[in-house]
């Protein structure tokens, strides 16, 4: 990914990404209007801070081991605890009650990953290279 340095602080670098789905590639994505672009900031540990200056292109990168642990993190283990929960509860609750304690589980992990969320942060590191 590629992104522009915003703020450097003591061995800290914040860098912005520009973030675009994948309309971009379409020729009419512009005239359909469901393109969409996003600003990401992303704090990044570096020894290195001291060689980098406000404004400098950059590229992030994150190893594929740690890639795929995010998408574990973020996707598949929330889908595939809430699926086991709404099919182990169905029948004994019913429909309304299963689909409930589904939702009050996805919201449970929401704020599990939050509390983790630093923990999280150092178990991922990023590489950033000047272009």
Same mark, same amino acid.
């Given at each position: 990914?590629?992104?522009?340095?915003?703020?450097?602080?003591?061995?800290?670098?914040?860098?912005?990404?520009?973030?675009?789905?994948?309309?971009?590639?379409?020729?009419?994505?512009?005239?359909?209007?469901?393109?969409?672009?996003?600003?990401?900031?992303?704090?990044?540990?570096?020894?290195?801070?001291?060689?980098?200056?406000?404004?400098?292109?950059?590229?992030?990168?994150?190893?594929?081991?740690? #890639?795929? +642990?995010?998408?574990?993190? !973020?996707? /598949?283990?929330?889908?595939?605890?809430?699926? $086991?929960? @709404?099919?182990?509860?169905?029948?004994?609750? #019913?429909? +309304?009650?299963?689909?409930? !304690?589904? /939702?009050?589980?996805?919201?449970?992990?929401? $704020?599990? @990953?939050?509390?983790?969320?630093?923990?999280?942060?150092?178990?991922?590191?990023?590489?950033?290279?000047?272009?």
């Amino acid at each position: 990914m590629n992104g522009t340095i915003k703020e450097i602080k003591e061995g800290l670098l914040i860098i912005s990404i520009e973030c675009h789905s994948a309309c971009t590639h379409c020729q009419a994505h512009q005239a359909c209007g469901f393109a969409e672009s996003k600003e990401k900031t992303v704090e990044v540990e570096n020894a290195d801070w001291r060689q980098y200056a406000v404004g400098d292109a950059v590229e992030v990168d994150i190893r594929e081991s740690q #890639g795929l +642990l995010a998408v574990l993190i !973020a996707y /598949l283990l929330p889908a595939i605890i809430g699926l $086991v929960i @709404l099919l182990v509860t169905y029948n004994p609750w #019913g429909e +309304l009650r299963s689909a409930l !304690a589904t /939702l009050a589980f996805f919201a449970l992990y929401v $704020v599990v @990953l939050r509390l983790f969320r630093p923990r999280l942060q150092r178990k991922f590191t990023y590489k950033v290279e000047k272009l």
